[in-house]
């Protein structure tokens, strides 16, 4: 299983950008989802997910920014990002996630990320 995100691109410091991940509603309907942002030389970090029950969690660097949905119809987990700033810069990634007791961990094989790059 692998979950594709799209939806990247260029914009400008305080634009925004609205990010799909698809994959499958047997997938989103019993696992946790979250979406992941690697920047340039650093590790890969989980800044947004969402319960299979409807909760959300946001990293501190993305709170009140981003906001993470489901659209049950599409099969979709979408990632709204507003007042992008130019160290939202990375590659996002989405994957179900699990947690392990200490730490939430992705579920599958990473798929292929989609690039957002804020300029200042």
């Known amino acids: 299983v692998q979950l594709q995100a799209s939806g990247g691109g260029l914009v400008q410091a305080g634009g925004s950008l609205r990010l799909s991940c698809a994959g499958s509603?047997?997938?989103?309907?019993?696992?946790?989802v979250g979406w992941y942002r690697q920047a340039p030389g650093k590790q890969r970090d989980l800044v947004a997910r969402?319960?299979?029950?409807?909760?959300?969690n946001y990293a501190d660097s993305v709170k009140g920014r981003f906001t993470i949905s489901r659209d049950n119809a599409k099969n979709t987990v979408c990632l709204q990002m507003t007042s992008l700033k130019p160290e939202d810069t990375g590659v996002y990634y989405c994957?179900?996630?699990?947690?392990?007791?200490?730490?939430?961990?992705?579920?599958?094989?990473w798929g292929q990320g989609t690039l957002v790059t804020v300029s200042s």
């Open positions: 969402h319960s299979s029950a409807g909760s959300t």
């Open positions: 994957n179900c996630v699990i947690y392990d007791g200490a730490y939430w961990r992705a579920l599958y094989p």
């Open positions: 509603r047997s997938i989103f309907s019993i696992n946790n």
